[in-house]
């Protein structure tokens, strides 16, 4: 793909010229140069992150011991401490008008708990440390996106997005494989994988703090009596019907861990290569993420959004599916990266603009911690189902619950794509 880099990050939309002049002369769109740079910080970080969480459901089902229904929980957990202060990131966000150093607040959040890892030991001091790089993913989400939702024409908004889950994407692709090499290259040098997942992190926060221009952004208005928290601008029947929509299909969504895991007990392949699992979903979610993203512009976010947990519906059948050990790996996968293509960052991209500019990063993070709460309760209750009938039929039962919500939920978005933004 042709990236062509222009200097951005100014919050106020762009002028007509100025939307023009974010074409090539032959026609392809540019992307700012502000998304790049978060990109490669994403790139870095996620490197970080997923050299060591890769591993994490086979050492706690398998090291630990632990059951189906712990992992549950634990799951659930890991996913739902980012979403208890990734509102509170959005906000202070759009309050402070420096979406920037409330991410690198997030970014160097992670840092310190890279630092723990290094020093960290048992399965309580690991499961808080984990828990404190959650918070500070939550912390840094809504500002970053609400900074390339800022920075991107509006008629590009689901590219930029593409472009930038691309290159995090990248980093979930290498995390696993540099984890993997070294314990290849170095058997049991675990503190090693930490002292480069530490060295990733550091890198990305100082990317951040040095090449990513601070333009501070009009703040919200201030709180009033009868809105003490600032929230009446996402009040609008557009949010409201599109976090309605995303927790539903949320709370059907469940956990990668559980389809890597029911893979494994199928058989097939050995449980040393578990953590590539993570990569080929990566890898799926790599290729699709620009042209879905670039597709979501043109036919619909909240639509592509919805449609693309039919990957998911797909992806629950393909472990069930007599293909073989590798036809149903591959299949299966490639099938999760096209669902996290067509909605993680697209759910951003529609979020984004549905709500006032000065309202972004906190309609970004309201979308974002729906979903993600809705995914929690799905990771404990999965957990529960998984062990009580078992992990093919508690599959089957999840995907024909996902597709029969489908329509309903393209009726109710329909309209989004076209409504306008709150002034």
């Given at each position: 793909m042709y990236l062509a880099l222009r200097d951005g990050g100014a919050a106020a939309p762009p002028t007509a010229a100025a939307a023009g002049a974010t074409r090539t002369p032959h026609g392809r769109r540019r992307v700012p140069r502000?998304?790049?740079?978060?990109?490669?910080?994403?790139?870095?970080?996620?490197?970080s992150s997923e050299s060591v969480a890769a591993v994490l459901p086979l050492y706690l089902t398998l090291g630990l011991g632990l059951s189906t229904v712990a992992y549950g929980l634990v799951d659930a957990l890991y996913q739902g401490v980012g979403a208890l202060v990734r509102v509170a990131g959005g906000w202070g966000a759009d309050r402070t008008g420096r979406p920037k150093w409330v991410a690198f607040l997030g970014y160097a959040t992670s840092c310190v708990a890279r630092v723990g890892l290094l020093v960290a030991t048992g399965a309580g001091a690991v499961a808080a440390v984990v828990a404190l790089d959650r918070v500070g993913k939550g912390i840094r989400t809504a500002p970053r996106d609400a900074m390339i939702s800022a920075a991107a024409p509006p008629d590009g908004v689901g590219l930029a997005f593409g472009v930038h889950r691309a290159l995090d994407t990248t980093g979930a692709v290498l995390g696993p494989l540099v984890a993997f090499l070294l314990l290849w290259w170095i058997p049991g040098g675990y503190l090693t994988v930490m002292v480069a997942s530490l060295g990733c992190a550091l890198l990305g926060l100082a990317l951040l703090g040095l090449f990513v221009e601070d333009r501070p952004r009009a703040t919200a208005p201030a709180p009033t009596a009868d809105d003490p928290g600032g929230w009446r601008e996402l009040r609008t029947p557009a949010m409201r019907r599109l976090l309605l929509?995303?927790?539903?299909?949320?709370?059907?969504t469940i956990g990668d861990g559980f389809l890597y895991l029911a893979l494994l007990d199928r058989g097939g392949f050995a449980v040393h290569w578990f953590p590539l699992l993570y990569v080929g979903t990566s890898l799926a979610?790599?290729?699709?993420?620009?042209?879905?993203?670039?597709?979501?512009?043109?036919?619909?976010?909240?639509?592509?959004?919805v449609t693309g947990h039919g990957a998911l519906v797909a992806a629950y059948g393909a472990t069930t599916l007599p293909l073989g050990a590798v036809g149903t790996t591959v299949l299966t996968v490639v099938l999760l990266g096209a669902f996290y293509a067509a909605t993680d960052g697209v759910l951003a991209a529609a979020a984004g603009r549905i709500v006032a500019p000065r309202s972004r990063a906190r309609g970004i993070a309201a979308a974002q911690t729906v979903v993600a709460v809705s995914r929690m309760a799905a990771s404990a209750g999965f957990g529960v189902l998984w062990f009580w009938i078992g992990?093919?039929?508690?599959?089957?039962?999840?995907?024909?619950?996902?597709?029969?919500?489908?329509?309903?939920?393209?009726?109710a978005v329909r309209r989004l794509d076209t409504a306008p933004a709150a002034a």
């Amino acid at each position: 793909m042709y990236l062509a880099l222009r200097d951005g990050g100014a919050a106020a939309p762009p002028t007509a010229a100025a939307a023009g002049a974010t074409r090539t002369p032959h026609g392809r769109r540019r992307v700012p140069r502000v998304v790049v740079t978060l990109g490669l910080v994403s790139l870095l970080t996620d490197i970080s992150s997923e050299s060591v969480a890769a591993v994490l459901p086979l050492y706690l089902t398998l090291g630990l011991g632990l059951s189906t229904v712990a992992y549950g929980l634990v799951d659930a957990l890991y996913q739902g401490v980012g979403a208890l202060v990734r509102v509170a990131g959005g906000w202070g966000a759009d309050r402070t008008g420096r979406p920037k150093w409330v991410a690198f607040l997030g970014y160097a959040t992670s840092c310190v708990a890279r630092v723990g890892l290094l020093v960290a030991t048992g399965a309580g001091a690991v499961a808080a440390v984990v828990a404190l790089d959650r918070v500070g993913k939550g912390i840094r989400t809504a500002p970053r996106d609400a900074m390339i939702s800022a920075a991107a024409p509006p008629d590009g908004v689901g590219l930029a997005f593409g472009v930038h889950r691309a290159l995090d994407t990248t980093g979930a692709v290498l995390g696993p494989l540099v984890a993997f090499l070294l314990l290849w290259w170095i058997p049991g040098g675990y503190l090693t994988v930490m002292v480069a997942s530490l060295g990733c992190a550091l890198l990305g926060l100082a990317l951040l703090g040095l090449f990513v221009e601070d333009r501070p952004r009009a703040t919200a208005p201030a709180p009033t009596a009868d809105d003490p928290g600032g929230w009446r601008e996402l009040r609008t029947p557009a949010m409201r019907r599109l976090l309605l929509v995303a927790g539903l299909l949320g709370v059907l969504t469940i956990g990668d861990g559980f389809l890597y895991l029911a893979l494994l007990d199928r058989g097939g392949f050995a449980v040393h290569w578990f953590p590539l699992l993570y990569v080929g979903t990566s890898l799926a979610y790599l290729v699709l993420a620009v042209p879905l993203g670039a597709l979501a512009d043109r036919w619909g976010r909240a639509r592509t959004m919805v449609t693309g947990h039919g990957a998911l519906v797909a992806a629950y059948g393909a472990t069930t599916l007599p293909l073989g050990a590798v036809g149903t790996t591959v299949l299966t996968v490639v099938l999760l990266g096209a669902f996290y293509a067509a909605t993680d960052g697209v759910l951003a991209a529609a979020a984004g603009r549905i709500v006032a500019p000065r309202s972004r990063a906190r309609g970004i993070a309201a979308a974002q911690t729906v979903v993600a709460v809705s995914r929690m309760a799905a990771s404990a209750g999965f957990g529960v189902l998984w062990f009580w009938i078992g992990p093919g039929s508690a599959l089957l039962l999840a995907a024909a619950v996902l597709a029969a919500v489908l329509v309903p939920s393209l009726l109710a978005v329909r309209r989004l794509d076209t409504a306008p933004a709150a002034a």
